[in-house]
């Protein structure tokens, strides 16, 4: 006999949804709020013990994932082979099953009587199902025969729709989580090799310079005038190898996390003064014009001032590759309030084509193609300028036209704030 009368079945399906979702709601573990719920539901029933089996994805077969009541803990390690027992049944049909006198029963498995030395009357069992797949099923017994009704059976499979759904959520953050893992392993592995090569690969490259500047100045002896325009090459070679180096490393360094923000005060002029320059170097023999504007009052700036400079002059940089006649024209304002600085960097060169500005912060990426290219370059700049501009909490837009120039805006706040 039931402990006590079983409430009317919706209304006592209604509670017991009512207190899975309380028990939900709290911050118990998932596994504790299944066999919460299913300890609960086992009571309202009258039953002796109730267990969760889920199916094992290679073979078919049942696993305990949850056992309750007398002697439960020896189930733990056991499964049922693909439709053993009346689980098995359920598991294959998907059919909700009540069995009153297990001993009527021919699809009755008594292995699992046998392994606990309990003594199965009567079993309710239900699937639990996501979407259209079975994932498991929830029994209860009871030493009673006729212990469960059609009413019974529906109460557990109210609690096995939201129990499954807990279920497969707890898988998937299982995977999402391991999956995850792997490509944070996988990344950082990268990307530490990448740092310590490139650091160790400017070492040989340096000592190579070295050694074709000494040349080259004579120290060694004459060098005639062929000798000299070989060793020109070798070194101007060794120079862009160098910087492709140096940009690699600076990239592996952001993305292994390896970089520190060192905050100073300084002036957005300061950083244009350092840099102009290089930038005529850059632009002589063409007919540009280069044009910085601040307006005023441009604030006092409190960041990474070498960082900022690196990425002032990856973007103006390529103003001055891609720009042949026309203007550059730098314009530093303040901006959000004077919380921010705002610096516009616009030139009249050959534009980028639109399907292409997608990619155009993504490392190695360049417009034209390895064969067609006609500048020099391999694809870094913006890329690590893109980061650098996220570590200061910054912004990096562009616009663009083919064959009309191309205007790159970059916010930063004035002060960095960790
Ligand atoms: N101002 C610009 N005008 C036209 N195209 C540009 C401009 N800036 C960038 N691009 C396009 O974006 C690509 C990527 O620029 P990025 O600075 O990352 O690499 P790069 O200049 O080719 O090489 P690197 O900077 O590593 O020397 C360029 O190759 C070019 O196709
Ligand atoms: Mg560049």
């Known amino acids: 006999m039931k402990p006590e009368p079983s409430p009317a079945g919706s209304e006592s399906e209604i509670q017991l949804l009512a207190a899975l979702s309380e028990l939900m709601g709290t911050s118990m573990a998932f596994e504790e709020v299944i066999a919460a719920a299913m300890r609960f539901t086992s009571a309202m029933m009258g039953a002796d013990g109730s267990s969760l089996l889920l199916v094992n994805r290679k073979e078919g077969g049942l696993s305990f994932y949850i056992a309750l009541g007398e002697k439960a803990g020896q189930l733990k390690s056991m499964t049922l082979a693909r439709g053993e027992g009346i689980a098995g049944l359920v598991a294959e049909s998907g059919i ?9 029963e021919a699809r009755f498995s008594k292995r699992v009587d046998q392994v606990t030395g309990f003594k ?62 792997k490509l944070e392993k996988a990344g950082r592995v990268k990307a530490e090799f990448l740092a310590t090569m490139t650091h160790e690969l400017r070492t040989p490259i340096n000592i ?31 120079g862009e190898a160098l910087n492709l180096i140096g940009s690699l490393l600076d990239l592996s360094r952001i993305e292994a996390g390896q970089v520190v923000i060192r905050v100073e005060e300084f002036r957005l002029e ?33 960041t990474d001032k070498i960082k900022v400079k690196e990425i002032l002059s990856n973007v103006v940089f390529n103003a001055v590759k891609f720009t042949d006649r026309g203007r550059i024209r730098v314009c530093a304002s303040p901006a959000g309030g004077g919380e921010e600085v705002e610096l516009v960097v ?39 300028a893109k980061r650098l501009v996220n570590l200061l909490h910054g912004r990096i837009e562009v616009e663009s036209e083919v064959g009309k120039g191309s205007t790159f805006r970059l916010t930063i706040p004035a002060k960095y704030a960790a």
């Open 96 to 104: 909700p099953v009540v069995v009153s006198d297990v001993r009527r």
């Open 120 to 181: 199965t009357g009567s079993i309710a069992c239900v699937p639990l199902r996501i979407r259209d797949e079975l994932k498991g099923v929830i029994e209860v017994v009871s030493k009673r025969v006729g212990t469960f009704s059609d009413k019974d059976l529906d109460m557990l499979t109210a609690i096995a729709g939201p129990v499954a759904v807990m279920i497969e959520n707890a898988r998937l953050i299982d995977e999402v989580k391991g999956l995850h893992e």
């Open 208 to 238: 190579v310079i070295g050694n074709l500047d000494i040349l080259l100045g004579g120290f060694l002896g004459e060098v005639n005038d062929r000798q000299k325009d070989s060793l020109k090459t070798a070194l101007r070679n060794s």
């Open 270 to 302: 300061d950083i244009w003064k350092e840099l102009e320059l290089l930038f005529r170097i850059g632009l002589s023999g063409k007919q540009v014009d280069l044009v910085w504007e601040a307006r005023e009052p441009l604030p006092l700036l409190k």
């Open 346 to 384: 616009e030139d009249t060169g050959v534009g980028i084509p639109k399907e292409f500005l997608p990619f155009l912060f993504e490392p190695f990426r360049q417009a034209e193609g390895a064969l067609t290219r006609s500048h020099g370059g391999v694809g870094l700049g913006l890329s690590i």
